[in-house]
């Protein structure tokens, strides 16, 4: 029983790692945010270290699926990783409280930091056990196949998502030219924005209250305005006013001014198509980016101009 039991627990643990992995790495811009909204790290390097967070997710399930050198190498590395998460969450939890999804996996399974502890400490209650009576597998080129496996998921990971690359939403960036603000303050049915919005350098959003890309660009926006307040930033939101909350909730813009357009005059202001981001100077679309190109030093460069 135990010659069978053993291993598959390894595989299982293998697999855990996988799907971690993927779930991040299949919206990797969503999993860069939570890193830089962990105040670890700046947004230079927050690219970096998601995609090394990733790969090492990668090739320790598949060392433990292979079973391979568990007592010397695998599972010392596993509990690292897991002791690792499970202290960063005890002080996001302490911190930051219980209700933002922690990223473990990606935004396929949302967890909470609490959930997210308890998962750990059954994953390290599992790798103990395996420490403890399986000794997994020792093959006679087993450090060549691990130097392998290291170079096939840094490779997967980083070449399959270069930094900087990443999906742009449903439309491509690049439009300048006029913007016709004075919709938003014709618009009978608009919340009028609480400054005027024509005048100097403006940074708008149009975002949609539920499209993904739509709550990264709001997440990343939000971020770039609690490091510096003095960020221009406004957003021009459509959408059903019961997913309002919702919006709130998942990009903690509590504090970013927002005015919500609805119609034609949201349409045609966005470019029929979101998320849209405009750099705007006295309603004039100077320079368009896409939520991954979003850069706050480029934002701060273009005001001190």
Not at 194 to 215: E, H, N, T, W
């Amino acid at each position: 029983m135990r010659k069978f039991l053993f291993p598959l627990l390894s595989a299982f643990l293998g697999f855990v790692f996988l799907f971690s992995a993927w779930s991040k790495f299949s919206g990797i811009e969503f999993f860069e945010l939570a890193v830089v909204d962990s105040g670890l790290i700046g947004w230079s390097l927050a690219p970096v270290l998601a995609r090394l967070i990733i790969s090492v997710e990668f090739f320790t399930g598949i060392l433990l699926i292979l079973n391979l050198s568990l007592k010397r190498i695998t599972i010392p590395l596993t509990l690292t990783v897991l002791v690792f998460f499970t202290l960063y969450l005890s002080y996001s939890l302490v911190f930051k409280g219980n209700r933002q999804n922690c990223h473990c996996f990606g935004a396929l399974i949302p967890l909470n930091p609490l959930e997210s502890i308890i998962k750990n400490a059954i994953l390290i209650v599992c790798s103990i056990v395996l420490m403890r009576y399986h000794p997994g597998l020792e093959w006679r080129r087993s450090g060549l196949i691990i130097g392998l496996v290291i170079l096939l998921s840094f490779l997967l990971v980083f070449l399959g998502n270069p930094v900087n690359s990443g999906i742009e939403g449903s439309g491509l960036p690049g439009y300048t030219g006029p913007l016709d603000l004075d919709r938003i303050y014709t618009n009978p049915k608009a919340v009028k924005p609480s400054r005027d919005l024509r005048k100097g350098k403006q940074l708008i959003a149009f975002l949609s209250l539920k499209c993904p890309y739509c709550i990264m660009a709001g997440n990343k926006l939000r971020l770039m305005l609690e490091d510096n307040p003095s960020l221009p930033v406004y957003f021009i939101v459509n959408g059903k006013l019961r997913d309002i909350p919702a919006f709130l909730e998942e990009t903690k813009a509590y504090r970013v001014p927002q005015t919500l357009l609805l119609g034609e005059d949201f349409k045609i202001l966005s470019g029929h198509k979101v998320p849209s981001v405009f750099y705007v100077e006295s309603s004039v679309v100077v320079k368009e980016v896409s939520p991954v190109q979003l850069n706050q030093a480029d934002v701060e460069k273009w005001l001190s101009k």
